[in-house]
């Protein structure tokens, strides 16, 4: 992938802003179990990071791709996962399908002022019987009138406490099942009808508020629904490759960090005389994750090179998310091992970074349901 200076110049102000408004609170935030989004977003929608691939008509920058591969590979530099998860949740995973099928109106009520950071977003796939398997979703929307009719509940949805607005994924036909009939609806979380159920306690990305939701008998217009009735099964199958191409990115960066800390700290430790750099073992270590790490950013370039020549890229990014998860905890257990105990305190950066890098592997489609996808798209056996 070719970057010009306008792409390093990018890659600085990405980096200048998580270093500034981020990495200063994030002890901060971990405690509280939450970050502020409506005080954050707004601050990286002013250096415009909030809407990079977006119509300039609703506040984007109407940039390339290759643009938000950078700003995942920094703000995945962050001191923490959860940050750079909810920030990828408002511009990744719960608006590409606002932007690409909405009608104008709904982009200008919804889209712009979430690309503004003044209204936070979130995505509401998952239900307590449903994750793996989106089809089986149970969440119902009865169409009276003009308005949906919502019933149902969301589980661990990630900026669920604070979210504004989300994009629901529900049922939307009596009479089909499956991965039939189902819509995208935007349903504004101030109507009579939504509650948070609760917040859920997390074993990492603790700076990210993670909730049940409830919809009871909740009212909205027909005029939310994204696109067209019946196509949100596919639609959101769309989006999920928005959702995986940004989080194998902001992995890159994470798992740079993490490697590059742990290289500095086995120079400087010593055991037997000298430093631990001087073994052998730890030096193949260290330069096997170099050389992974290497190869998945390339990868990933590659994924976003097939994305900007507007080919389906859901092999791409199905590989990608797959690869980078997996990497993500073997670099997380080198780097807490090569610690030894100070490795293991919450005083230092390898314990949060290790709870942190198990997520990878189970949001956003298990790694298991990524070798489906690949299994199925390679036409190996039935599924
Ligand atoms: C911190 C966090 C944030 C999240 N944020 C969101 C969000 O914002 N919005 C949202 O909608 N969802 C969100 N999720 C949900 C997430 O996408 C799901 O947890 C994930 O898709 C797995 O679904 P599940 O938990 O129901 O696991 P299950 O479907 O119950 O699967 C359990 C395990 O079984 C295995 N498995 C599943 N299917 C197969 C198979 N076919 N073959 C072999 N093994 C299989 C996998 O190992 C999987 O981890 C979040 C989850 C977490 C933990």
Request: charged share 25%.
């Amino acid at each position: 992938m070719h970057f010009t200076a306008e792409h390093e110049q990018f890659r600085s102000t990405v980096r200048q802003v998580v270093e500034r408004e981020i990495d200063p609170h994030i002890d901060e935030w971990e405690e509280a179990g939450i970050f502020p989004a409506h005080e954050l977003f707004p601050k990286l929608a002013a250096v415009g990071l909030l809407g990079l691939e977006y119509d300039p008509e609703y506040g984007g920058q109407g940039a390339d791709h290759s643009y938000t591969v950078i700003f995942g590979e920094e703000v995945g530099r962050a001191g923490c996962g959860g940050v750079p998860m909810a920030i990828s949740v408002q511009t990744d995973m719960a608006t590409p399908s606002l932007h690409r099928f909405g009608t104008h109106e709904l982009k200008q009520r919804y889209l712009a002022p979430a690309i503004r950071g003044e209204m936070v977003a979130a995505i509401a796939v998952t239900e307590p019987d449903a994750g793996s398997d989106v089809a089986g979703i149970r969440t119902r929307a009865v169409r009276d009138g003009d308005e949906w009719v919502i019933n149902g509940s969301k589980l661990y949805i990630t900026n669920g406490t604070q979210a504004d607005w989300l994009c629901l994924l529900a049922r939307t036909s009596e009479d089909e099942t499956g991965y039939r009939g189902m819509s995208q609806v935007v349903v504004p979380t101030d109507l009579p009808g939504f509650s948070v159920s609760r917040k859920l306690d997390k074993l990492g990305n603790r700076s990210s508020d993670t909730a049940e939701l409830s919809f009871v008998d909740l009212r909205v217009p027909v005029a939310n629904t994204i696109g067209e009735i019946g196509r949100g099964f596919q639609q959101q199958m769309a989006q999920f490759q928005n959702e995986r191409m940004i989080a194998a990115y902001m992995s890159i960066g994470g798992m740079q960090v993490a490697v590059d800390r742990t290289i500095e700290y086995v120079k400087q430790r010593h055991a037997f005389g000298h430093p631990l750099a001087d073994n052998q073992h730890i030096q193949f270590s260290l330069a096997e994750l170099v050389a992974e790490i290497d190869v998945a950013r390339a990868y990933n370039h590659t994924c976003a090179e097939a994305y900007m020549r507007g080919e389906d890229t859901t092999r791409h990014a199905t590989i990608a998310k797959l690869m980078t998860g997996r990497l993500n905890r073997k670099v997380a257990d080198t780097c807490i091992q090569l610690h030894g105990g100070i490795g293991y305190m919450e005083e230092t950066w390898t314990a949060r970074f290790f709870r942190d890098s198990r997520l990878l592997s189970i949001g956003g489609g298990a790694d298991e349901v990524m070798l489906r996808v690949l299994a199925q798209l390679e036409g190996i056996g039935r599924s």
